[in-house]
């Protein structure tokens, strides 16, 4: 029970900030260079970069060998979807999207 906290909480925590928000929902669209990304959201690839980092260290996200970067962890955003269905509805399901 207490991993679940713990793991919900890191998830919040990756996810509070809106930029990192539409990250999720564009990746889980899919498949995205950092510099396809910030073209898609409208930020500069630096502020970018400092997002794709906490959502890597939260292990949501990861670059492929081509630098492509997809959802990592597809369970999660349904947690965030059941958590908070009022706040996130515009997360799709991953299942079998975000990759190229």
């Known amino acids: 029970m207490h991993t679940d906290i713990d793991s919900m909480a890191r ?4 996810s509070s900030n809106p930029l990192r928000l539409q990250v999720l929902v564009a990746l889980s669209e899919q498949t995205r260079t950092p510099t396809q990304l910030a073209d898609h959201i409208g ?18 996200v990861r670059p492929d060998p081509r630098g492509y970067y997809r959802v990592i962890d597809p369970e999660a955003l349904d947690r965030l979807r059941r958590a908070a269905p009022e706040i996130f509805p515009a997360l799709p399901p991953v299942g079998g999207r975000g990759e190229k």
């Open 11 to 14: 998830l919040f925590q990756a």
């Open 43 to 60: 930020v500069a690839r630096v502020t970018l970069q400092r997002h794709l980092r906490v959502l890597r260290d939260q292990g949501l």
